[in-house]
């Protein structure tokens, strides 16, 4: 065994010092560590993809991240894993543990098919993995063969951790209290906007911020409206925006970060509204363009017309809740200033261009120039 410290001020040493994670018990001891280091940051989040998502937006944001779950949401953590992380080239150390592991501890049914092929879809996902260290002199050079990959390949390195492996270690410090809630503004008429004019108003006002555009058309538009240094295109890992967004904007706190979300995807991790408004990052804004549907991938409503989206950002915590159907009204909400996080809605009309074309430049160059960006202010 080995005390939580020994590992987590190693990895320190080497410049790991942002966590994000959901809880599992073989976890404690870390978690718990780096909660209470003053030095160090752990965002908590509602799952395991989220998590990564996190993780990644600080790594792009220049941050050594290391991001912690249970295995049996292994399976939750795939798709960034697989469509962000890999094809973006974005390193990761990945902490997973290993419940229900054959010949391991005693464990509930529910993690005896994880237990059995956990390294197995680790393997599947290209990625590198070995046990986690459980004896202070294994510390280093685990941490070494993960970053040596890391930094070769740019993409994750896993340890995989048995029961018991790491000394518990206390709880001290208080949680965060939720910040004050703002009220959501009365609905806004119909929209007037359609994709491409939010679009056109975002660039325009946002020129010189890091912006990160949601999976499908959203991105495919931003980027036919013209390719700029400032703005990352997601692709796959549908509803990690706001998550990757977070993750940037803590990293970089002297930057404003720009999300833009879509309904669709915002209401397949809508857990992801809760952790940025307990985290509370003052220099991210949140917009939502909503449709009303699935528009990149065969045109099926969604629930969002059944949702209030302002209220459900109102009532996880975010600081300035807005609406804008109208060009100008988006403009103003955008060179408004003040402290977030800001969450904009902006409905919009369906309809996009029959020749919209996909973006030439490659993921990997899209991350490179984005992070040059970021670090180096444009």
Not at 111 to 133: A, V, Y
């Amino acid at each position: 065994m080995i005390q939580a410290d020994a590992f987590v001020e190693a990895a320190r040493a080497r410049g790991f010092a942002f966590y994000s994670g959901v809880p599992c018990s073989y976890l404690t001891p870390l978690i718990n560590y780096v909660i209470d280091a003053p030095a160090l940051s752990y965002v908590g989040a509602a799952n395991e993809g989220d998590a990564v998502a996190i993780a990644a937006g600080a790594a792009l944001g220049g941050r050594s991240a290391v991001v912690m779950f249970q295995n049996s949401g292994l399976g939750n953590a795939v798709n960034p894993l697989a469509s962000l992380n890999h094809v973006f080239r974005i390193p990761l150390l990945v902490v997973v543990t290993l419940r229900g592991e054959p010949g391991g501890a005693a464990d509930e049914p529910q993690h005896e098919l994880m237990g059995r092929i956990t390294t197995r879809q680790l393997e599947l996902l290209e990625i590198p993995w070995q046990r986690f260290p459980d004896q202070p002199a294994a510390i280093g050079p685990a941490l070494a063969r993960a970053e040596a990959h890391m930094i070769a390949t740019g993409r994750p390195f896993a340890l995989a951790m048995s029961k018991g492996m790491v000394t518990a270690h206390p709880l001290t410090r208080a949680p965060k209290r939720q910040p004050p809630r703002a009220l959501p503004p009365a609905a806004a008429a119909g929209p007037e906007l359609d994709r491409a004019g939010a679009l056109r108003v975002i660039q325009e006002v946002a020129a010189d911020l890091p912006m990160v555009a949601t999976t499908g058309y959203t991105g495919r538009e931003l980027c036919a409206l013209g390719d700029r240094l400032n703005q990352f295109y997601m692709v796959g890992s549908m509803g990690c925006a706001s998550s990757f967004g977070l993750g940037l904007a803590l990293a970089r706190p002297s930057r404003r970060v720009v999300v833009i979300d879509g309904d669709g995807a915002a209401l397949m991790r809508l857990g992801a509204f809760a952790t940025i408004g307990a985290e509370a990052p003052v220099n991210l804004v949140h917009l939502l363009l909503d449709n009303g549907m699935h528009e990149s991938t065969g045109g099926q409503a969604t629930v969002a017309g059944a949702i209030d989206f302002c209220a459900l950002a109102a009532a996880c915590g975010y600081a300035v809740v807005e609406r804008a159907a109208s060009a100008e009204a988006l403009a103003e909400a955008l060179r408004r200033a003040g402290r977030g996080p800001r969450f904009i809605h902006v409905p919009i009309k369906p309809g996009v261009s029959e020749r919209l074309p996909r973006p030439t430049v490659s993921p990997e160059d899209v991350a490179r120039r984005f992070r040059d960006f970021v670090e180096h202010g444009g």
